[in-house]
């Protein structure tokens, strides 16, 4: 059925909520536009003068997409290689969605992302539309289609599991880039113990290669492990360079709301490393270097001003 310029708008001006909304849910900004692309085929094939309210109608047949997709990627997280981590998105990425609140950045960081694997398909669900978007209980147990009162179960019991998530929310640009220079500075001064001042004692480091960068499969877990870990990392070596494919120029920058540290080689982005910063030090390195998650991270660096390097390895 083809739509009319109206009903084409109407979605148009929907899609940057429906794509925060999968984004969140997915963690993959690919997965979340084939998502939003389906919704619009479904709107598309829609009896839409009878829709009473396209924004709720919208939300309900993505979120339910995403639900869909959601079952079917734990199946292929189990034959992952490696640690899946998300997606990772720079400051001013139109698809991180609202951040206006406190709640909004939070649900969005790179932490809460990863935190939020261990939720079931719906709890996550409910998690962002209540945590991120406001909507009432009644609306989401509507898209859902489950009670009022399940929803509320639903959503404390997401609550409880991502409580850990307590990265340092509303980083800037200076903030970031003090926070990164400060972690550069130790790590490469050669004294570990000037980096394990800055972590807290149970930080951890994990990464995803996704089968086609070496990512170490376990995490490092405590200060002094991740410090030397990180040391090693930001060593620079002929086998880090033949991986990388060039010598990596290091810049400090801001993904999902926290500090991070980019690899760029020719102006490709080759590594984000997201640190989670909370009031007893930095928690976490999360290291993404999966090419296929850092295309749009790429397609947004070569459009923004970002100076010169902090490094060169």
């Not at 080759?270 to 909370?278: D, G, H, P, S, Y």
């Not at 991270?297 to 459009?303: D, F, L, R, Y």
Request: hydrophobic letters at 45%; aromatic letters at 6%; proline letters at 4%.
């Amino acid at each position: 059925m083809a739509l009319r310029v109206d009903d084409v708008a109407r979605f148009e001006l929907s899609r940057p909520r429906l794509e925060a909304i999968a984004y969140r849910l997915l963690g993959s900004a690919d997965e979340a536009q084939d998502v939003v692309q389906d919704t619009f085929l479904r709107w598309q094939a829609a009896d839409v003068e009878h829709v009473e309210v396209p924004e709720a109608w919208l939300t309900k047949v993505l979120t339910n997409l995403c639900l869909n997709q959601l079952t079917s990627a734990r199946a292929r997280r189990e034959t992952y290689v490696g640690r899946w981590l998300p997606e990772p998105l720079l400051v001013g990425d139109s698809m991180l969605g609202p951040a206006d609140t406190a709640e909004q950045r939070e649900s969005v960081s790179y932490a809460v992302l990863t935190l939020m694997e261990r939720l079931s398909p719906n709890e996550r669900a409910v998690y962002v539309l209540r945590e991120a978007f406001d909507y009432p209980h009644r609306e989401i147990a509507e898209i859902l289609d489950i009670t009022e009162a399940a929803s509320q179960q639903l959503f404390h019991r997401a609550k409880k599991h991502v409580a850990d998530g307590k990265a340092r929310g509303g980083i800037d640009k200076a903030d970031a880039r003090r926070i990164v220079e400060e972690f550069l500075a130790a790590a490469t001064s050669g004294q570990t113990d000037e980096l394990v001042r800055l972590l807290t004692k149970d930080a951890v480091a994990v990464g995803d290669g996704g089968g086609k960068v070496p990512a170490r499969t376990r995490a490092f877990e405590g200060a002094v492990a991740v410090a030397k870990f990180m040391e090693g990392m930001l060593r620079p070596a002929d086998a880090k360079r033949a991986v990388v494919g060039g010598s990596p120029e290091i810049y400090a920058g801001v993904a999902n709301g926290e500090p991070a540290v980019l690899a760029v080689v020719d102006g490709r982005v080759a590594v984000i490393v997201c640190l989670e910063v909370t009031a007893e030090g930095i928690a976490a390195f999360r290291t993404q270097a999966n090419p296929d998650k850092l295309e749009r991270a790429t397609e947004q660096w070569a459009a923004a001003d970002h100076g010169e390097p902090l490094l060169v390895l």
